[in-house]
């Protein structure tokens, strides 16, 4: 991922948050890109190989629903449909979902704009499977632990929730947008009716290498 990329996209979220729109510059970010996604810092244009790595491991997918919270450019979810998930995707960025029909014409994901503070409200205990890639680490502190909430709320009972984010121990600078979590922030899913089945603090195959925190919860009431 480029400094030019982070930088961009740095500075147009503190612009949006010192505004007193946490929110807003995702849009804002889609929009600026046009079809020119090298300006996104996360926009691989590939499944994220922390996720794929995931779902390797698990081995066929038996049928059942997944969500994909914070979509972007929709790799992850049609990795996810691909494997046999009917498979429901958001993003607050309307241009974002556009973009995701557009690279993926006659996909079977339903992409929907949406945000996840104020989702629908049949989404709640409803997917076998949710994916969080990313997305806590790109909202504000005061932010995350209601995004919790909200992710929590989406899986079905027995089902399970896969979040995978950038780590770092508490002692350790904040660092830069996207913001390295402590393992403390994820530990509110354990309080929302989830049982963590793993935790894994590893170095990415990055170059250089990144901190990385998956975590598997799974809903048990």
Not at 66 to 87: I, M, N, S, W
Not at 107 to 117: C, G, I, K, N
Not at 133 to 157: D, K, N
Request: proline residues 8%; contains cysteine.
């Amino acid at each position: 991922m480029s400094d030019t990329r982070r930088a961009i996209a740095r500075e147009m979220a503190r612009k949006y948050i010192d505004a007193g729109d946490p929110l807003g510059w995702f849009e804002a970010l889609y929009s600026l890109a046009g079809g020119d996604t090298s300006i996104i810092p996360w926009a691989d244009l590939a499944p994220n190989p922390n996720v794929v790595e995931w779902l390797d491991r698990q081995g066929p997918a038996a049928p059942g629903s997944a969500l994909k919270v914070g979509c972007g450019l929709g790799d992850d979810a049609e990795e996810l449909a691909r494997r046999g998930f009917q498979t429901t995707a958001f993003d607050i960025s309307a241009t974002a979902i556009e973009r995701c029909k557009v690279r993926f014409p006659g996909s079977e994901v339903a992409y929907l704009v949406a945000d996840l503070f104020s989702a629908p409200k049949t989404w709640g205990g409803r997917f076998d499977l949710v994916l969080e890639s990313y997305t806590l680490q790109v909202l504000p502190p005061g932010l995350r632990a209601a995004a919790v909430e909200s992710i929590a709320g989406f899986v079905a009972p027995g089902g399970t929730l896969l979040v995978v984010a950038r780590g770092r121990e508490p002692e350790d600078p904040e660092g830069k947008m996207p913001w390295p979590l402590i393992r403390e922030e994820l530990e509110p899913f354990e309080g929302r009716g989830l049982k963590r089945i793993s935790f894994e603090d590893y170095m990415d195959h990055e170059d250089p290498p990144a901190r990385r925190f998956r975590a598997t919860y799974r809903k048990v009431h």
